[in-house]
Structures are given as C-alpha cells and as structure tokens.
C-alpha cells in the first residue's frame, strides 16, 4: 500500500515538476481571459500529471480491483480525451455536453453506479420508479464534472479540494471498514497532492481541463458508489464537496435569473469575486482550505454520530455558515480596497 500510494504522489508530482517548466512546441498554455485571475501564460497540462500518478498507483493497489473497473476507466478515458482536445483547441460547449453526458451514462448504465434510493437529508429515503433514479444519476454525473471546471480557476483551488476531499472520502470509507474504496479513493487524494505542490499559489502550473473533469468525474463516482453500496449515504458524500457544490450551483442559478448565459466566461464565483475585492491569492486559497476541512470534520462526525437528529444539526450548522459566508463576501466586496 505503501508503493502505491507512493508511486500515485511521486509520478504526479515529477511530471507536474517537468511540465511546469516545459515551454517547447507542444507545451499546452494557459492565456489570461475574462475568468482568469492569473496574468501571463502558465502551463495548464497539469491533470496528465494527475492521471498518470493515478493510473501508477493503480497499477500497484494490493487491494481488490474497483467493481466494473472497466466501465469508469472508459468514462474517465472519455472526459480526459474530449478535455484535452479542449485544452488543445477550444471545442464546442455542445460538444463537450454530449461527450459528458455519454461518459455519465457510460458509468450508470454499464458500470451501474447509479442512485437506487434517493438519501436527500438524514434520515430521509426518496422512493421513485428506476428511470428517475437513472436519470437524476446522469445528471450528478454531468454536472459535478462541470462544475469542477468552473471551480478551476484559481491557484491551488481544485487541486486543494481534490487533496482534501478525496482523502476524506478515504478516511470515510476505511471508518465503514471497505479498505478497496479507501485506497481507491486515498490514491486520487495522494496523485492530486502530487500535483499541488506545484500548483499552491504561486502557481507554476495548472491542471486544465483534463484535470478538472476527469476529477469532477471521480467526484460523481465516489459519491455514487458509496451511496450503492451504503458505504455513506448521498447528502454526506455532497457534505464533503459542498464548497465547491455551493460556489458553483449559487453563482449559476444568481447569473441564470440574472438574465446572463451561465456557461460564459465570468469572474462572479465567491473566490474570484474575494479576490478582486483585494484578497490575495494565498489568502483565499487558504480560507477555502479552512471551510473544506470543516465539512469533511462534519462529514466524519456525521460517520460518528448516526443519530438522524445530530446528522440534522451539523448538516443545519453547515448551512448557516455557508449563509454567513455569502453576506460576508458581500460585505467584504462593499468595503473599499486597501491601498
């Protein structure tokens, strides 16, 4: 387990080392446009780095493979190649689309990960006919890859919630005593740290587009496998990541009754809008990092504590800080730069 887990954060973090530096013929570089927070071209190949971290220490995982490996690797195989065609060149939102959602179904219909029951709140089972569940599940799917797109947009953003959230999961699942979800889930979280080192602000390199679907992918399946399984039900698994799940579904829904095209580039998520209210960088990476450790310490406890009353009161806890969180940053940006 060792090798492998070592092999998953080396090989990550070496080739991220290696291509943060590249600026040869095929060096894939990131150009600032209207979302970007960075100024200057920096290398966005950063996911390959991920993937082959990932694909090494799976290679070596002492444990047993992934139920229906082979369906989410063709899911993952699907969203890495449309991304990095992206990332060569820009392709068609619409394209991509279709290609997102072919990867979701690749991974409901084939590899069967999907939502039997619907777990919304503790203590709450949804029951509906099967085509609802198929179709909410390829829906998650779709849209959790999106979103950690969007999400990708500032120094050590992602890659810091891949890090924390992946390895949370980890800790989640060895706590339900399922060690091949575990490991599973601790290798993404370890090739994830790889490339970080490479990416906390100041960044020397940025994981494109093929890292953040392929992670938003990973994100969709985790959850869904453990919800399957009834490793953690589904509201805990979107506890962990609900950083990014606020951010990103608050800012498209504000844009969309705002009358304005969600899919365009923009600079209104929470931390692109603290940082033009002045924050540094640094700061609100680290901030972030803070909310992202709090929701997988309730995410833990929420494990701890089975009792659906406790399970509410840190779920209601977690919501009123979000609250507290959005009429900050509101306030925050009313308050005139420091000079």
């Not at 120094?155 to 091949?180: N, P, Y």
Request: charged share 10%; with cysteine; aromatic share 12%.
């Amino acid at each position: 387990m060792m090798l492998s887990g070592a092999a998953a954060f080396l090989l990550s973090a070496a080739l991220s080392a290696v291509l943060s530096r590249y600026r040869g013929r095929y060096a894939l570089l990131d150009h600032p446009n209207a979302r970007s927070l960075h100024s200057g071209a920096r290398p966005r190949s950063g996911g390959v780095g991920i993937l082959a971290g990932l694909a090494a220490g799976a290679a070596l995982m002492p444990v047993g493979l992934i139920p229906n490996a082979a369906w989410v690797g063709g899911a993952l195989a699907l969203v890495a190649a449309v991304s990095f065609a992206d990332d060569l060149r820009h392709q068609p939102a619409s394209l991509r689309l279709c290609m997102h959602v072919l990867a979701a179904s690749l991974l409901v219909f084939g590899g069967g990960y999907r939502l039997c029951v619907l777990h919304p709140l503790p203590g709450l089972a949804l029951q509906a006919p099967s085509w609802v569940y198929l179709g909410l599940s390829v829906l998650l799917i779709t849209w959790l890859i999106n979103l950690y797109n969007f999400m990708d947009g500032m120094d050590g953003l992602a890659g810091g919630m891949a890090a924390i959230g992946f390895g949370t999961l980890a800790l989640l699942g060895w706590l339900a005593h399922e060690q091949v979800y575990a490991f599973s889930a601790l290798l993404v979280a370890l090739s994830a740290a790889g490339f970080l080192v490479f990416n906390f602000p100041p960044a020397r390199i940025f994981m494109g587009d093929v890292g953040s679907g392929s992670l938003g992918l990973l994100v969709a399946f985790f959850i869904l496998w453990a919800d399957r399984d009834g490793i953690f039900p589904l509201w805990l698994g979107l506890m962990v990541f609900s950083p990014f799940l606020v951010d990103a579904t608050w800012t498209v829904v504000r844009r969309a009754l705002q009358g304005k095209r969600p899919w365009q580039a923009h600079r209104e998520h929470f931390y692109q809008r603290l940082v033009g209210a002045g924050w540094s960088h640094r700061r609100t990476t680290l901030w972030a990092y803070i909310l992202m450790l709090k929701c997988s310490l309730f995410a833990v406890l929420a494990i701890c504590f089975t009792a659906s009353g406790v399970q509410g009161l840190l779920l209601g806890w977690l919501t009123l800080t979000y609250l507290s969180l959005i009429a900050g940053v509101n306030v925050i940006e009313r308050k005139p730069m420091s000079t």
